[in-house]
């Protein structure tokens, strides 16, 4: 399931202002740690469908949305839950370390 890749404008709209919770992975095209990410935030993008949204913003057409999060690493990958980030965690790691580190199986109804 290919993520959808959001503008400032969808951001405010998608994420900023929703009830529900998202995920938002900051990347650029040229970096490494983020294309071996990618894989892991396809699969819990997969896992979680219908629970959770999995987005992406290209930090480099969007620096004014990294500022405003305090992204300073990519690839940085935030939980977002009523619009505010609750969790937040960098650098490559395994689907299960991120879904950890989110939190987001505290919340997993199985």
């Not at 300073?72 to 790691?93: D, Q």
Request: proline share 5%.
């Amino acid at each position: 399931m290919a993520l959808s890749k959001l503008t400032a404008q969808e951001f405010k709209r998608d994420v900023e202002n929703t009830e529900g919770r998202v995920v938002v992975d900051f990347y650029a095209d040229w970096c490494g740690p983020c294309h071996q990410v990618a894989p892991a935030i396809e699969e819990l993008s997969s896992k979680w469908e219908g629970d959770v949204r999995f987005v992406k913003v290209n930090f480099d057409e969007n620096p004014q949305l990294a500022q405003a999060n305090r992204v300073f690493s990519i690839p940085s990958i935030m939980l977002f839950e009523g619009g505010k980030v609750v969790a937040h965690t960098m650098g490559a790691r395994p689907a299960h370390a991120i879904e950890r580190e989110l939190g987001l199986t505290e919340h997993h109804a199985a």
